[in-house]
């Protein structure tokens, strides 16, 4: 079986795509373009195949995967479920892992401490990385996960999150939809911090 | 757990990083523009961010009392309010849905 080349710099986002995420989600895509990686939902990738399948493909190209699970909880539209797609693609991802481990390495989210032992205790052991649900929280324990002491700081990283905040609805506007999770305002995103990224580095470079 | 090997993103690397997302370069340009102006008004309002505290020191030796959030409250510019507010826990929306094509786009999980 011949595998498909891996991207080193390439990190999958397993994370919820509702509203109450967004500022996370924006803070995901600032902190992780600054570290010099390059995030990817399942949403940014075209094509016409099963979500499922899309989701593995992307998987198996990434180097890296954050799996956020501070948001499986029980959704209110009746009835009452558990949302189950980001454990599943995290069994998917730990399948990968386990057979691959050279290819792969997984990180596991949580906005709370103890939170993932009672969830999922089979994952007891696992290191786990808490954002307390702030935005300083997911920049800061992305320079724990991926930065040594060279990486930017946070507060540079803030300082690009805010501008972009304070230029959404224009992006918004110009990309013709509200939502924040449109392959089209990802890549929008996506750009724009990679444009703070290169403006820190003339202003350093002066 | 294997971490992964962090090196700082040179410009070569962050430029090729910009061609990998293929965004056409007109709306490159556009995005360019309107971060321009978010870094420009970044960079007006943080030196009176940063002089707040001064700021309250002058006030108070003139025998004014006045808190730091009034100050800021009284330069009354939005990113401001973002950045004090970044470390406060935030899970409310960014966007309000303006009709039915928000529940078309978002799904209700990655």
């Known amino acids: 079986m011949s595998l498909p080349p891996v991207e080193q710099d390439a990190v999958f986002l397993n994370i919820p795509y509702d509203s109450e995420f967004e500022r996370l989600y924006l803070a995901y895509i600032v902190g992780l373009n600054h570290l010099g990686f390059v995030p990817f939902i399942a949403s940014s990738i075209p094509g016409g195949e099963r979500r499922l399948d899309r989701i593995l493909a992307l998987i198996k190209r990434c180097r890296y995967s954050i799996h956020d699970l501070s948001r499986v909880e029980l959704s209110f539209i009746p009835p009452a479920t558990p949302r189950f797609n980001m454990p599943l693609e995290l069994g998917m991802t730990i399948t990968w892992a386990k057979q691959f481990p050279a290819r792969h390495t997984f990180f596991l989210w949580e906005s709370q401490q103890r939170r993932i032992q009672k969830s999922m205790s089979d994952l007891n052991g696992t290191d786990e990385y808490i954002h307390f649900g702030t935005v300083e929280g997911v920049l800061c324990e992305l320079r724990n996960a991926f930065a040594h002491n060279t990486g930017p700081t946070v507060p540079s990283m803030l300082a690009t999150y805010a501008v972009v905040l304070d230029k959404l609805d224009r992006i918004l506007e110009d990309a013709g939809t509200r939502n924040l999770f449109a392959a089209s305002v990802f890549r929008d995103l996506s750009f724009v911090a990679l444009d703070a990224v290169r403006r820190l580095k003339r202003t350093r470079g002066r | ?110």
């Open chain 2, 1 to 110: 757990m294997q971490r992964p090997a962090h090196s700082t993103p040179t410009i070569d690397a962050t430029e090729k990083r910009i061609r990998r997302l293929r965004v056409p370069r007109t709306r490159q340009n556009q995005l360019k523009s309107i971060m321009d102006e978010g870094w420009e008004k970044l960079e007006a309002i943080c030196v009176p961010f940063e002089i707040d505290n001064a700021i309250q020191q002058h006030l108070l030796e003139l025998g004014y009392q006045v808190s730091l959030d009034q100050i800021r409250q009284e330069l009354n510019r939005p990113l401001i309010d973002i950045l004090t507010k970044l470390r406060e826990k935030s899970d409310t929306p960014l966007v309000q849905p303006t009709g039915p094509e928000r529940e078309q786009d978002v799904s209700t999980a990655g």
